[in-house]
Every structure is written in C-alpha cells, then in structure tokens.
C-alpha cells in the first residue's frame, strides 16, 4: 500500500508543479509589462513548479513527468492566454490542446504502481 501511497503523492505533486509552471508563464507576461511584483511571483514559481517536478520524479520516470509537467503547463497556460489576455484561438487548437490533456491523462492512468 505504501508504494501505491507514494504514487498519488507524487503525481499530485507533478500536477501541482505543472500549475506552477502557468503560474510562472502569466508572471512572465505580466513581468515583460514591467509589474514588478509580477517579477517576484515568477522565481517563487519557477522555484516551486522545479522543486515540485524533482521530488515527483524521484517516483515517476522523468520521461513521463516532464511530458505530463509542460503538457498541464501548455494546455493551462494557453487556457489563462485565451480566457485572460483575450488571445485568440482557433477550433483547431482547442482540439489539439484537448488532445494534450487526453495525452496527460492517458500518461497517468497507464503508468504502473511502483
């Protein structure tokens, strides 16, 4: 039970460093306006979502965290770029981002228990 313990921590830690990773990128958006406490929350960021990523992947492969890492932070950071900043976006992009969270979750749920 304890190796199946261990995994949920670490992909809730993997999923928690990947919102991080959006956290970091809308910091970087606002910290190339010159908001300088955007600068602030960008490294607290950047430092929890590779923290969070380094002690997940003492758990799970490094192939599979990083990929599942940048998809959560693609697909959020595109979702926070088109409801927030009003970037557009095309029907085609929604469809392949939806198959980027279908390929994150696809990653978790065939990922074998340690």
Same mark, same amino acid.
């Given at each position: ?10 992909? #809730?830690? /993997?999923?928690c460093?990947g919102? +991080?990773?959006?956290?970091f990128?809308?910091?970087?958006k +606002? =910290?190339?306006?010159?908001?300088w406490m ?11 979502s590779?923290? /969070?990523? $380094? ?6 492969p ?5 990929a599942?890492?940048t998809?959560?932070? =693609? ?6 770029a088109?409801l927030?900043?009003?970037?557009p976006? $095309? ?11 279908? #390929?994150?979750?696809? /990653?978790?749920?065939? $990922?074998?228990?340690?």
């Open positions: 039970m304890k190796g199946l313990d261990a995994q949920w921590t670490a992909w #809730a830690m /993997l999923v460093a919102f +991080f990773e959006v956290g990128t809308t910091a970087m +606002f =910290a190339s306006k010159g908001v955007a600068q602030v929350l960008f490294v607290a960021c950047v430092i929890a590779f923290t /969070l990523l $380094s002690e997940a992947t003492k758990t799970i490094i192939g599979i965290g990083y599942v890492w998809g959560i932070g =693609a697909a959020g950071t595109l979702a926070v088109t927030y900043f009003k970037e976006i $095309s029907p085609l992009q929604i469809g392949c981002v939806l198959m980027i969270i279908a #390929a994150v979750a696809g /990653l978790k749920f065939s $990922s074998q228990p340690a």
